[in-house]
């Protein structure tokens, strides 16, 4: 490393700096076609090439190299991916440009998109027009009109219930279905997730609404980046604020617990707790099928892994799957010779970024003082909260040239440190 490279290293940690967005004065080209936002029966001859030219390519993309463990063999999934988090390395991908309906996992982008607006504690009473507009047969938290939620509930209805109720009301207090819905694929063009075209924030099937495993997976590691979705992700079990009732003259609030519907992270009758899961976003609809995405970190190293539509049809195959996916690029990590990457956000491309050591445009630094390797908050004892602990991010004050020299400097993501999960009591 330079002279000049180490003084801007150690600038940036005295400093304490937010890594800010950068202005985006030129569109980062690839050499990738620009299909109809609509599904295909089979995946096209030509793809995007965004992440490598591998990654455009239809079937399995893998080099094992030395040492490296084959592929599971019972993968059904019609388009999926492993990524090492930080690296942005992919390790493997089958169809990952593929485009399909993404069902709730959509949800990421609209949390990534919408997240930072609001602070956690900020309160809003639900009027009728909130609710309105949801598909038939929509997942719901259990929002009821004229009771007051903070932004904390609805956020915890969003991501472990995969309320659409909760998505409506939060797109209401962001001006409308419609402006967030145009933010939302800004924000995705932005991260460079140009297979996705958003129809509806909550992922309901909308004709024309599509997305890609390496989009999806692009979102999990924006999302990440934040501190509150590293939170509501990893939340196994919270309580949702309920009815208000009139209980001897007094008003009450009931409440209920929720539980999250990701299977990795809460367990079902087949499919045990994945060691080191920490999130992140499952879905389920008929256009869909069962589609997720998942963050999951043993012995220092972090994988992201999703998986779309598994033609196989045994309960809960997505998370079976996606498990399969993980211990094999544990065990591939360090081996297998990657096969693309994990773009960074446009802005941080044209800072002169890799895929590494980048921070995309709305992305904050959080706990001022908290270095690489920090430890990380761990679920509480009866399992209700799950943080996922504080980011390695750099805050305060500071010019843009500083803050895109980081970019030249540290080539790694700063993705946190994320806590081991531990069965619950």
């Not at 991010?393 to 531990?422: C, E, H, K, Q």
């Amino acid at each position: 490393m330079s002279a000049p490279q180490k003084t801007v290293r150690r600038s940036l940690l005295v400093t304490s700096a937010v890594l800010s967005s950068f202005a985006l004065t030129a569109p980062v080209s690839f050499a990738a076609p620009s299909p109809s936002p609509s599904p295909t029966v089979t995946p096209p001859a030509d793809m995007s090439s965004v992440g490598g030219a591998r990654l455009g390519q239809p079937g399995t993309q893998v080099d094992l190299g030395s040492g490296a463990p084959v592929l599971p063999k019972d993968i059904t999934a019609r388009s999926w991916i492993v990524a090492d988090a930080e690296s942005g390395e992919v390790l493997a991908a089958h169809n990952a440009h593929w485009r399909l309906p993404p069902a709730s996992t959509m949800k990421m982008l609209f949390a990534d998109t919408v997240l930072p607006k609001f602070p956690r504690t900020q309160q809003h009473e639900v009027a009728p027009s909130d609710l309105a507009g949801m598909g038939a047969g929509s997942s719901m938290v259990g929002i009821k009109e004229g009771e007051t939620y903070t932004v904390r509930d609805l956020w915890l209805g969003v991501f472990l219930r995969s309320g659409n109720d909760a998505v409506h009301v939060l797109s209401a207090m962001n001006g409308g279905v419609e402006n967030t819905v145009k933010e939302m694929n800004e924000h995705a063009e932005e991260l460079q997730a140009l297979d996705t075209h958003v129809v509806s924030p909550d992922g309901y099937d909308a004709p024309g609404q599509v997305s890609s495993a390496y989009d999806l997976t692009l979102f999990a590691r924006s999302g990440l980046q934040k501190k509150d979705f590293r939170e509501y992700c990893s939340t196994v079990r919270a309580d949702f604020p309920g009815d208000t009732t009139e209980k001897k003259g007094k008003s009450v609030r009931e409440s209920f617990e929720i539980q999250n519907t990701n299977r990795l992270l809460s367990g079902d009758s087949d499919v045990p707790v994945y060691q080191g899961i920490a999130g992140v976003k499952n879905g389920n609809t008929t256009n869909a099928g069962a589609t997720f995405t998942g963050v999951a970190e043993r012995n220092g190293r972090v994988l992201l892994v999703t998986a779309m539509n598994p033609q196989k049809g045994e309960h809960n195959e997505v998370y079976k799957e996606t498990a399969r996916l993980f211990d094999w690029g544990f065990q591939a990590a360090g081996k297998a010779r990657p096969v693309g990457e994990l773009v960074a956000p446009r802005s941080a491309a044209q800072s002169g970024g890799r895929s590494g050591g980048n921070t995309s445009a709305g992305q904050t630094g959080e706990a001022a003082g908290k270095a690489s390797g920090s430890p990380v908050a761990s679920a509480s004892a009866a399992g209700r909260s799950g943080g996922m602990g504080v980011a390695f991010a750099i805050s305060g004050g500071v010019l843009v040239l500083l803050a895109a020299a980081a970019f030249l400097v540290n080539r790694r993501w700063p993705l946190p440190d994320l806590v081991r999960r531990r069965s619950r009591p």
